[in-house]
């Protein structure tokens, strides 16, 4: 199975974003044992080593990737093993373990999911720890350009030049002759990939069919005006529909703004990744402004890998302390395999009396929550899997994520 996709989607891969290898010491090019980190910038990102390094490697991924059959079979073609994101997880770690022992290179992406908007994001400050207890040689590969060429909340592709580069960020005698700190400082250096830089200083174009379509899924914050869920993009002009603020989204992943008033100091954004600094900065200064916040979704149930159970089409509220959970068009609240038909349409709020709460959950019961692809947002309370499929055009799971991730920040310095 592995043969047949590196002839297939392999070959693809390397014709469409005419991929290029870099090797930077000897240790690099050498096959297992090894832990081999990287950026996490793009879907393609495991494809993309698997078939660029041209080397069998074992890598780590989140379980929700095995739930289904078609996934499964093609999760453990490339063979990956299962875990659970944000979580710990002592089965997957002894799976690591065994790999290490039989000289085999086992990869994960230390920032758990994709960038939304080109910056690296932070990486757990256990990953030095468990580079000690594999006790191989940690190898990074930086993966340039590959956020450019589709980024997470893109619904197009965009054609460029992607470029693999190599090297050894600890040798297996310095895992324990270094501090931990130090280990880890070494790690969260070699991953911390901004393509933004890259691209300022290679002038590199990644040219595809609008551009901008579906950017208010990582940007929901105005930086002109600060409202909150105006945010649109189509072809290659994202837009604000509170104060008309429009920006030209170019082939080079560059914004201008071309109508509405100038940020209060004058400067213009030069890419989404100085937007999402600034829609971070005002999230946590004006939480309440953002809230309530309206979504619709698909409501299912589950653990870990096993299939979901589907438990009705729901209208979802996020308040500074609940995430409420409302019934739409009378749904059943039965389980059921089959899912319903994807909804098309925004949240609307009903001038009717409001249905009871089909669930509410407080947000300081809720952990371990985060976005699988791109609008599927999963977290657990008291050992169960909640799965809300986001169906609204514009509405964004990154949104909600973010927003329960800064409330419960701020509840727990609140505390202290």
């Not at 093609?74 to 022992?101: C, F, H, N, V, Y």
């Not at 940020?263 to 402004?289: C, F, I, K, M």
């Not at 959950?361 to 609008?375: K, W």
Request: glycine letters at 8%; a positive charge; aromatic letters at 10%.
């Amino acid at each position: 199975m592995l043969h047949v996709l590196g002839s297939t989607v392999g070959r693809w891969l390397w014709w469409y974003y005419r991929i290029s290898v870099h090797y930077h010491d000897r240790q690099a090019a050498r096959h297992g044992p090894m832990l081999l980190l990287s950026n996490h910038v793009n879907f393609w990102d495991p494809f993309l080593l698997a078939f660029g390094l041209r080397v069998p490697i074992r890598f780590l991924a989140a379980d929700g990737n095995f739930r289904t059959r078609g996934m499964r079979v093609l999760m453990t073609a490339m063979g990956a093993i299962p875990k659970a994101k944000a979580r710990t997880d002592m089965e997957s770690l002894r799976i690591l373990q065994r790999e290490i022992a039989n000289r085999e290179i086992v990869a994960l992406f230390p920032e758990g999911q994709r960038t939304w908007d080109g910056r690296p994001r932070p990486i757990p400050p256990a990953t030095g720890k468990l580079a000690r207890i594999l006790g191989a040689p940690v190898v990074a590969a930086e993966i340039r350009g590959g956020y450019l060429s589709k980024p997470r909340w893109a619904r197009t592709r965009r054609r460029g030049r992607i470029e693999i580069h190599v090297r050894t960020v600890v040798r297996r005698a310095e895992l324990t002759s270094l501090p931990r700190p130090v280990v880890q400082e070494r790690i969260a250096r070699a991953v911390a990939w901004n393509d933004h830089h890259w691209q300022r200083d290679t002038e590199r174009h990644f040219r595809g069919d609008r551009p901008a379509e579906g950017v208010e899924q990582a940007v929901y914050w105005c930086p002109v005006c600060g409202a909150w869920g105006a945010i649109r993009g189509a072809g290659d002009r994202i837009h604000c529909t509170s104060c008309a603020a429009e920006w030209w989204f170019t082939s080079s992943g560059t914004l201008f703004q071309i109508a509405g008033a100038r940020n209060g100091d004058g400067e213009r954004l030069p890419h989404l990744g100085v937007w999402g600094e600034r829609q971070e900065t005002a999230l946590r200064h004006s939480l309440q402004s953002s809230l309530p916040y309206h979504f619709t979704a698909e409501y299912s149930t589950g653990y870990r890998s096993r299939p979901l159970r589907w438990k009705g089409s729901v209208r979802g509220t996020l308040t500074d302390r609940l995430l409420v959970l409302h019934p739409r068009d009378a749904v059943a609240t039965t389980d059921s395999s089959v899912p319903p038909p994807a909804a098309s349409v925004e949240p609307t709020v009903s001038a009717g009396p409001t249905p009871p709460p089909f669930h509410q959950f407080p947000l300081s019961a809720i952990s371990a929550i985060q976005v699988q692809y791109t609008r599927q947002l999963e977290f657990y309370t008291f050992g169960t899997l909640h799965v809300l499929r986001v169906t609204g055009p514009h509405d964004s799971a990154a949104r909600v994520e973010a927003t329960v991730l800064a409330l419960q920040e701020l509840y727990k310095s609140n505390k202290h």
